[in-house]
């Protein structure tokens, strides 16, 4: 029947007759509705430029540190309980596993990424940083490699306004 939902009680299969004619499974509806709905409600907590900017401000001022090598200043940018979720690794969560890693990555080589994406909830307590990151080393035979990939910062507003990482993940762009 067109225009009509249709119930297999065999099969319990729903579909819906939409745009005259065009079948559409019901679950598949629903998820539609659902992503158009979690989109809808979503942007407008990514759109807020003064928000956004102070996580790209402490994504940024995290670099600047890294970049330097200075562990105790790159850790501090944890939240007690931040977690580092890197490949080929258990994750570590607070402040002494993450030293561990951080300082293997440190004398492993040197590391450098690049913020595409930045936003802030719509209650303001958590934001994300995304993008792309470059790690340089040297392979075990001591020649120059280059692994390129892309990383995940979750970050939590602090009591003080401050923004600490909660999770941070990465993982390679090249074949394993």
Same mark, same amino acid.
């Given at each position: 029947?067109?225009?009509v939902?249709?119930?297999?009680?065999?099969?319990?299969?729903?579909?819906?007759?939409?745009? !005259? !004619?065009? %079948?559409?499974?019901?679950?598949?509806?629903?998820?539609?509705?659902? #992503?158009?709905?979690?989109?809808?409600?979503?942007?407008?907590?990514?759109?807020d $430029?003064?928000?956004?900017?102070?996580?790209?401000?402490? &994504?940024a001022?995290?670099?600047?540190?890294?970049?330097?090598?200075?562990?105790?200043?790159?850790?501090?940018?944890?939240?007690e309980q931040?977690?580092?979720?890197s490949p080929?690794?258990?994750?570590? %969560?607070g402040?002494?596993? #993450?030293?561990?890693?951080?300082?293997?990555?440190?004398?492993?080589?040197?590391?450098?990424?690049? #913020?595409?994406?930045?936003?802030?909830?719509?209650?303001? &307590?958590? !934001?994300?940083?995304?993008? %792309?990151?470059?790690?340089?080393?040297?392979?075990?035979?001591?020649?120059?490699?280059?692994?390129?990939?892309?990383?995940?910062?979750?970050?939590?507003k602090?009591?003080?306004?401050?923004?600490?990482v909660?999770?941070?993940?990465?993982?390679? $762009?090249?074949?394993?």
């Amino acid at each position: 029947m067109r225009g009509v939902a249709e119930l297999s009680y065999a099969s319990v299969k729903k579909s819906v007759d939409v745009n !005259g !004619g065009l %079948t559409v499974k019901l679950p598949q509806f629903m998820m539609v509705g659902l #992503i158009v709905f979690g989109v809808s409600t979503a942007a407008p907590a990514q759109t807020d $430029d003064a928000a956004a900017n102070s996580v790209r401000a402490a &994504d940024a001022a995290w670099l600047k540190v890294y970049s330097a090598k200075d562990l105790t200043k790159s850790v501090a940018f944890f939240d007690e309980q931040g977690s580092l979720l890197s490949p080929n690794d258990p994750i570590a %969560t607070g402040k002494a596993a #993450i030293s561990k890693l951080v300082a293997s990555d440190f004398a492993y080589g040197d590391l450098s990424w690049h #913020i595409d994406k930045a936003g802030v909830s719509k209650s303001g &307590d958590l !934001g994300y940083t995304s993008g %792309t990151y470059n790690f340089t080393f040297k392979d075990p035979s001591g020649k120059a490699a280059t692994d390129h990939g892309k990383y995940l910062t979750v970050w939590k507003k602090q009591t003080d306004g401050s923004w600490k990482v909660l999770f941070d993940m990465f993982n390679t $762009d090249l074949p394993p």
